[in-house]
């Protein structure tokens, strides 16, 4: 079916800059969004960025420091952090809706890669 790797988590000091990215792979016809959600210890999974059909949506608190971008032709997503604090660390997962070959639109998400941010 669909896979989504992630990958470019780490440990990163506070203020420091990380880029995840998120390919897409498999039996897919169509990506419509892509988007990146974050987990943080003992906290819901919450939505922190999308893109879709070339619009952007940020969760407040991210607006200014981080930026998604997608490759269209390459069904990757990217999300570039800056001015990373400590409250920012977390679980960060990709999910992408999209068409696979059975002409059935789905969410897929990716396993999640760790991101620590030090003090």
């Known amino acids: 079916q669909v896979q989504l790797v992630e990958s470019g988590g780490g440990l990163v000091q506070a203020g420091g800059s990380l880029r995840l990215s998120c390919a897409a792979s498999g039996s897919i016809v169509r990506v419509y969004t892509m988007g990146w959600y974050r987990q943080a210890p003992g906290k819901q999974r919450e939505l922190v960025a999308v893109t879709s059909g070339g619009s952007t949506n940020y969760v407040d608190y991210v607006k200014g420091r981080f930026t998604i971008s997608k490759d269209n032709a390459k069904n990757t997503v990217y999300l570039q952090r800056s001015s990373l604090k400590p409250e920012d660390t977390a679980v960060y997962y990709c999910?992408?809706?999209?068409?696979?070959?059975?002409?059935?639109?789905?969410?897929?998400w990716g396993q999640g890669t760790q991101v620590t941010v030090s003090s």
């Open positions: 999910n992408a809706g999209a068409v696979n070959s059975d002409y059935k639109f789905d969410g897929y």
